[in-house]
């Protein structure tokens, strides 16, 4: 995925700032502006996950260098979270940690006549994910620069919440008496 320049220049200011705190910056998405506030989110994880308060002390942080450093024009609303399940993906690596999993992919322009792709990641290369989608026997080739937006489609069919299928509890076995 090629970022804007501003949301590039988010990123490099980002970064260093997350990996001090031994945090992966996941994404960074700045929509809106105009008449109205920005809204920029930025989304950091790490294994075993992050917790709210390293997130709002990140948030604290970040806030203060994008102050001095001015990369969005205008007011604009700071969020600070972890990417959740459906999380956003931006990167190269991003794509390689879900190989095998469902995406769903938004690209800047037409391929093949279809602009919206939702399917299973068979391979991430340097330039290009290898998207299986459904009824078709062969996987299509995206190349990284087209897509606008991709986000990783978590199947809680395939991962049951709780102890049983789909969030609901097991029934308890009767007791004969």
Known sequence: MQLDERTERIWQLVE??????????????????GKGAAKL????????????????ALSRQLGDILDVHDPIEGRYV??????GLNRLLCRPDHFR??????VRVRTREP??????????????????????????????AIPY????R?????????HP?????RGKSPEKPREEG
């Open 145 to 148: 620069e087209m897509i606008k």
């Open 97 to 102: 940690q879900v190989v095998g999993g469902k």
């Open 41 to 56: 989110a930025v989304y950091l994880d790490r294994p075993g996950g992050v917790t709210v308060e390293e997130l709002a």
């Open 16 to 33: 260093p700032l997350a990996r001090a705190e031994g945090l992966e910056l996941v994404g960074v998405d700045l929509r809106g502006g």
């Open 111 to 140: 391929i093949q006549g279809r602009s919206n792709f939702v399917g299973v990641v068979e391979a991430a290369g340097e330039v290009e994910l290898m998207i299986k989608l459904p009824g078709e026997t062969s996987a299509r």
């Open 78 to 83: 700071l969020e600070v979270s972890s990417p």
């Open 161 to 165: 919440i709780g102890p049983g299928k």
């Open 150 to 158: 991709a986000n990783y489609q978590y199947d809680f069919g395939a």
